[in-house]
C-alpha cells in the first residue's frame, strides 16, 4: 500500500495562540526542579482549600452511584439552584431553562462563541483581557476589534472609543466585570451605555462574570443581564473556580436565552456529553452552604489586596491603582523604560517572583504587570521586598 502523506492542519488551527500564565507556570517549574525558590504571582487561582461541605458532598455523592452521565444541561436540582442563586443573590431574572452547566466557564465562553459567530464576523473585547477571547475569535476567523481598558478611567474602557468600534459586522460585544487582568469594575451608567449600543447595533453580549463574589468596598454591581431588554441578547458565564476555589473542579456555566435550549443541549452532547455527577452535587452543596466560606475567603482577598497596593506603591518607579474586584492588581511599570516581558522575566530571573507582563492580555496591556494576590500575606511581603531590591539595579 502507498503511504500518504496526512493532511495538515488547517491555518486557524495552528496559529491559534497559548496562554502566557500556563507558559510562565511551566518555565516557573523547571526553574523550582532545579532547586530555585520562587514565589507564585502569577496564575489566578485562589490558594485557599476547596471548602470541606464541598468536598464532603462530592464524596458522599460518589459512594451514592452518583457516577453516571446526567442530561447535557446539567442535572434538574443543579440548574434550579444556580437560577435560585442568581435571582436571590445577584437580582437576575433566569429560569432553569436558560442554564446549561459545563466543565468550566472557559468551555462555556468557547461553546457560546462558536455556536454564534461565524467567519467575518466582528467582536469588541477589553484589551488588556482574558486571552481566550481574542484566541478565539482568530481561531473562529473572526475579526479582532480589541477595545483598550484605560488607567485613567480605573481601567474601563472610554465609551466614545467603544462607540466607534462598531460597524455594520459586529456580532458579539465582549465583558469581564470584574475584570481579569485588571481588577476593573464596569460601573452602572457605562452598563447602560453600552447596552443601548448593543441593541442599537442589534449584536450579543457575552458577559464573562467569573469574579462575580469577588468584589470590594462596593456594595454590589450590577450585570449587563439585568437591563431592560438585555436577557434576550446575553450569554452570561459564571462558574465555580474562582469564588469556591475550585479550579481544578472544571465547574461552570452558560446563561442563554430560553428559546435556544435545544441547540445548547445538542451543542454540549456533541462536545462534552455532561458534567461529572457527582461534581454538579458539590456545585449544588456550593450554591447553598459555602456562604461563609466565601466571605472568609473574600474578607482574605481584600486584607491582601489593600497591603499589595500599598506595598507597590511604596516602590520607586511603581504606581498601582486599588482595584475593586477580582484578585488581581495591574501597576503601572513604564518608568523602568522596559517593556512588560523584559521586566517580568527579569524580576523572574533577579527577585525569583513569577507575574505576568501585561501584553500577556493584549496589546494595550504593554507598560504594566499583572500580579495574582491569590497568596498569603507572608509571601506576598516577602515577593515584594525582592521585588524592590531587583528593581533598585535598573538605571
Ligand atoms: C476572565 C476569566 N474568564 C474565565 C476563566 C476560566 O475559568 P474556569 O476555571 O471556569 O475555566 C478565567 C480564569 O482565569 C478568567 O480569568
Keep these: 500500500m502507498v503511504l500518504k502523506k496526512l493532511p495538515d492542519f488547517i491555518e486557524q488551527a495552528k496559529k491559534i495562540k497559548g496562554e502566557a500564565a500556563y ?37 458522599k455523592a460518589i459512594k451514592k452511584g452518583k457516577t453516571k452521565y446526567t442530561s447535557p444541561l446539567g442535572v434538574f436540582e443543579l440548574r434550579s439552584a444556580i437560577a435560585d442563586y442568581l435571582n436571590k443573590k445577584r437580582g437576575l431574572k433566569v429560569s432553569p431553562r436558560m442554564i446549561g452547566v459545563t466543565p468550566s466557564a472557559k ?91 448593543i441593541k442599537k447595533h442589534n449584536c450579543w453580549v457575552l ?28 450569554l452570561l458565564i459564571d462558574g465555580f473556580s474562582k469564588t469556591y476555589s475550585m479550579t481544578g473542579w472544571r465547574l461552570g456555566y452558560l446563561i442563554f436565552p430560553e428559546k435556544f435550549e435545544s441547540i445548547i443541549d445538542n451543542l454540549f452532547v456533541n462536545s462534552f456529553a455532561c458534567v461529572a455527577d457527582f461534581i454538579q452535587y458539590a456545585g449544588i452543596v456550593a450554591l447553598k452552604k459555602a456562604n461563609k466560606d466565601v466571605k472568609k475567603m473574600t474578607e482574605e482577598f481584600k486584607k491582601r489586596r489593600d497591603f499589595i497596593v500599598k506595598g507597590l506603591n511604596e516602590i520607586k518607579g511603581i504606581s498601582c491603582l486599588k482595584p475593586p474586584g477580582a ?30 507582563p501585561g501584553t500577556a492580555f493584549g496589546k494595550y496591556g504593554e507598560g ?28
Design 207 to 234: 458577559s464573562d462574570e467569573i469574579y462575580s463574589e469577588l468584589f470590594y468596598d462596593i456594595k454590589n454591581y450590577p450585570s449587563i443581564f439585568s437591563l431592560k431588554n438585555m436577557p434576550e441578547r446575553t
Design 327 to 356: 484578585f488581581y492588581v495591574f501597576p503601572n511599570i513604564k518608568s523602568f523604560g522596559l517593556s512588560s516581558q523584559k521586566l517580568a522575566d527579569y524580576l523572574l530571573d533577579k527577585a525569583g517572583v513569577a507575574l505576568l
Design 107 to 197: 468551555t462555556a465562553i468557547y461553546l457560546a462563541m462558536i455556536a454564534i459567530l461565524k467567519p467575518g464576523d466582528e467582536v469588541i473585547y477589553p484589551d488588556p483581557g482574558f486571552p481566550a477571547y481574542g484566541n478565539l475569535v482568530e481561531f473562529l476567523g473572526c475579526r479582532a476589534k480589541p477595545v483598550p481598558l484605560i488607567e485613567e478611567n480605573n481601567f474601563n474602557f472610554d465609551l466614545k472609543i467603544f462607540s466607534n468600534l462598531f460597524s455594520s459586522k459586529t456580532k458579539l460585544v465582549i465583558l469581564n466585570s470584574p475584570n481579569n487582568p485588571t481588577g476593573s469594575v464596569i460601573p452602572r451608567k457605562n452598563l447602560e451605555f453600552i447596552a443601548n449600543l
Design 368 to 395: 504594566y504587570l499583572r500580579i495574582s494576590y491569590a497568596n498569603s500575606i507572608g509571601n506576598i511581603a516577602k515577593a515584594l521586598r525582592k521585588i524592590e531590591k531587583a528593581l533598585k539595579n535598573i538605571t
Design 23 to 59: 507558559e510562565v507556570l511551566a518555565r516557573v517549574q523547571e526553574l523550582e526542579r532545579e532547586g530555585k525558590k520562587i514565589i507564585h504571582l502569577e496564575i489566578g487561582q485562589p490558594d485557599f482549600i476547596t471548602p470541606k461541605v464541598i468536598c464532603d458532598e462530592a464524596i
